[in-house]
């Protein structure tokens, strides 16, 4: 009689991890730990840092200017982090991102005393994002296991929802009783230890050249079309990574209410990804991407109604959730179209996709941040009209 429901329980999880993996798992376990200290206050921080310069819409848009040159940067570099992940290793490559950003946490403090360090900031981020997007996804998809790449990644965002939901509340505590100097402190030794698991071991690579100008050939080559469509559609995320948090801190008032806000968002959310994770291996990721598009579309729907911390938590939630419907059946197939062609040349193309797609949501903030004051409704609306790119993709 138990057998059955234990069953069930035991499919959603993932069974065959590599080594590679679950040394991924660790080491992805601690920096999410640390980034989810201070990710969620970072364009906080921004947007009060230019505030004392410039009125309400002006720093709205500083903070869009300031994203806007970390992207394009981020653009031109991320084949040569993919090259230097082909020559010396993934786990080599990640290792030297962390040391990138904990030099980005030294360049956004330093920003109160020295106002060019803004530059240095904005080229500093782009050279880690270059350094660890590349070899983290090419890393899972690798040695992740065909079959269970669903569960996999869902398992793995179970445990990252787990610290993210800490995170926010501990960095929050520290904000407000110490201030950013401590938390990026704080936040830099865990990113340091966070590399000991996956250089432990001594990866075991075969160096490989990777042609520059070809990854932005593949951006535009016929048979790639739809994909670099569906790919544009994370202009959406950086909408909801960057704006919202702004929005949820002046609803919030403060960094300990946006931080309790954010975790039980987490915790209230987290559970679903199992679910989410089984159905992508097991059904069409056709249709749960279907479905997890249509649903994700009503959450910035919902976001324009919201003015209350008790709705704009509850729409958090149910965005959380309408977003990983989206975002497991895309990585899975993503790491699945890596082992069976190209690793890195699919991951290059996906990460300069999304970044294109950024890009252009950001321009177009910036044109609405002309006409909108403040413009909050107009960039939900164009986070929803972008989310449905996410149409266009087919999974193979």
């Known amino acids: 009689m138990l057998s059955k429901p234990f069953n069930i329980v035991n ?21 999410d730990f640390a980034v989810a200290m201070v990710s969620i206050f970072e364009p906080v921080f921004l947007y009060v840092f230019f505030s004392k310069f410039f009125p309400l819409k002006g720093a709205l848009e500083q903070v869009t200017l300031f994203y806007l040159g970390v992207y394009i940067i981020y ?3 991320v084949p040569l982090g993919a090259k230097f992940a ?14 990138f950003q904990i030099a980005l946490y030294f360049f956004l403090f330093g920003m109160n005393r020295f106002y060019p360090a803004v530059i240095l900031a904005m080229i500093i981020y782009a050279i880690a ?9 090419s890393n899972f998809a690798k040695f992740s296991s065909q079959g269970e790449q669903g569960r996999e990644l869902s398992n793995l965002y179970i445990l990252e929802a787990l610290v993210f939901i ?6 929050g505590l520290i904000l407000q009783f110490y201030g950013f100097k401590v938390l990026f402190l704080v936040v830099s030794v ?18 490989h050249p990777f042609a520059y100008w070809a990854a ?40 300990l209410g946006l931080g309790l806000i954010s975790a039980i968002s987490i915790f209230l959310s987290t559970l679903v990804l199992l679910f989410v994770g089984r159905w992508t291996d097991k059904s069409d990721k056709n249709r749960v991407l279907r479905y997890g598009t249509i649903l994700y579309f009503l959450s910035w729907v919902f976001k324009v109604l919201v003015r209350h911390p008790f709705g704009v938590a509850t729409v958090d939630v149910y965005s959380r959730v309408a977003k990983n ?22 991951i290059v193309f996906f990460e300069m996709s999304l970044v294109i797609g950024k890009i252009v949501a950001m321009l177009l903030c910036l044109i609405l941040l002309q006409i909108f004051t403040p413009g909050w409704n107009a960039m939900f609306i164009l986070g929803a009209v972008m989310s449905l790119f996410y149409l266009f993709f087919k999974a193979r």
């Not at 991890?17 to 798992?25: F, G, S």
């Not at 800490?166 to 960095?171: D, T």
């Open 11 to 31: 499919s959603l999880f993932a069974h065959r991890l590599t080594r590679q993996v679950r040394e991924l798992y660790t080491a992805t376990l601690i920096l």
């Open 75 to 77: 653009l031109f570099i």
């Open 86 to 99: 082909k020559r010396y290793g993934y786990e080599n490559s990640i290792a030297l991102a962390s040391i």
């Open 129 to 137: 994002k270059a350094f660890y997007w590349p070899a983290y996804h």
């Open 166 to 171: 800490a995170g926010p509340l501990i960095g």
């Open 190 to 207: 865990l990113i340091l230890v966070s590399n000991i698991p996956m250089l432990i071991t001594k990866e075991q690579f075969d160096p």
């Open 216 to 255: 932005f050939r593949r951006l535009f080559a016929k048979n790639t079309g739809k994909k670099f469509l569906a790919h544009m559609g994370y202009g959406e995320e950086w909408i909801i990574l960057n704006m919202w948090p702004i929005f949820m801190f002046l609803v919030a008032s403060d960094y």
């Open 325 to 346: 419907t989206i975002a497991l059946p895309i990585t899975a197939d993503l790491y699945q179209e890596a082992q069976q062609g190209s690793v890195m040349n699919s």
